[in-house]
């Protein structure tokens, strides 16, 4: 079975973990989402990329779902002693190494599709992990700094970083997407797809960064196989991060049948919900995409994959409908 899955960062790593248990035998293409990326430093940083690929290949920091396991930051404290900025950003010692080898390749020539396959190499994930552009694309955000009453357009790291997602979100823009390819072999995958899943990632500036690039969301929506997506919103709230903050800046209210339907039954088929939120399944059936509650927090290896395991058994239902 070939599985397409669009992944954000920490929620998407962790369900493909689940999925690959799940599912030990299928053929997962992994589209990343690269609005989250940043220079800095003078190095290219892709946080989501390199999320999935620290988790699969078991160099990720399992307690913050973030960075490497074992990690010194000596170099970012050498960078502050010099006064070099930012602070709010903690890239650690082994993570700068990453960095340095994806700006050397990108400097070279080499398209970030193909240095991401490289960087791979070594980390051996089990998926094929492609960025969902070449093109340089980031989230910013419009806010109002409380301090100053100004109103600003920051990138998006700044604004869950730095500030925490502590000021409301008036508009989420991701630069460049209008103009953005998709990566090789991204429309391919898909094309070629049995399965496209959209994990509990965040429906705005994951999922949605990727869907904005053009041809990505018409391919999916062309396929012609099922679609299912995992709700990140359990319980009026975002299981992590802060989800509802872009949701409103985007109109969209942060409950689990309000994120189905800002997809749209034009593009899903299949919607899981959590058991707490089963009064939402008859509200996203009529909106035209057949919907199940089930346990939806991944609370360990276990419990990620019994919610994979429950995506593609909606997949098949949706398929034999």
Not at 158 to 183: I, M, N
Request: proline share 6%; with cysteine.
């Amino acid at each position: 079975m070939r599985i397409v899955v669009l992944a954000g960062g920490i929620g998407g790593a962790r369900f493909l973990r689940g999925l690959q248990r799940a599912s030990p035998e299928a053929d997962i293409t992994v589209i990343g989402n690269t609005g989250d990326d940043i220079h800095l430093f003078g190095l290219k940083v892709c946080p989501d990329l390199d999320t999935v690929m620290y988790t699969l290949g078991g160099g990720i920091n399992e307690e913050q779902g973030w960075g490497r396991t074992d990690e010194t930051f000596h170099l970012k404290e050498e960078l502050a002693a010099y006064g070099a900025g930012p602070e709010w950003f903690g890239l650690g010692d082994r993570d700068f190494a990453t960095h340095i080898v994806r700006t050397q390749m990108l400097s070279a020539g080499y398209p970030l599709s193909a240095v991401t396959e490289a960087l791979c190499d070594r980390w051996k994930p089990g998926v094929r992990l492609i960025p969902m552009s070449d093109d340089r694309v980031e989230t910013h955000v419009a806010v109002t700094l409380p301090d100053s009453g100004e109103r600003r357009v920051i990138h998006f790291q700044e604004y869950w970083v730095r500030l925490r997602a502590s000021v409301a979100a008036e508009a989420v823009v991701p630069v460049g997407a209008e103009q953005a390819k998709p990566a090789p072999g991204v429309l391919e995958a898909i094309a070629e797809a049995d399965v496209i899943l959209f994990p509990p990632s965040n429906p705005v500036v994951s999922v949605g960064t990727i869907l904005a690039v053009p041809g990505i969301r018409e391919a999916i929506a062309d396929a012609g196989v099922p679609v299912v997506g995992l709700s990140p919103i359990v319980g009026d709230a975002p299981v992590r991060g802060m989800a509802d903050k872009v949701l409103a800046a985007v109109g969209v209210e942060s409950t689990a049948a309000a994120v189905a339907e800002h997809y749209g039954s034009g593009l899903l088929d299949g919607w899981l919900v959590d058991t707490v939120d089963a009064s939402a399944v008859e509200r996203v059936e009529a909106a035209g995409i057949r919907c199940r509650a089930v346990p939806l927090m991944m609370s360990d290896l276990d419990a990620a994959a019994r919610m994979a395991q429950e995506a593609l058994t909606l997949a098949e239902e949706v398929r034999g409908a």
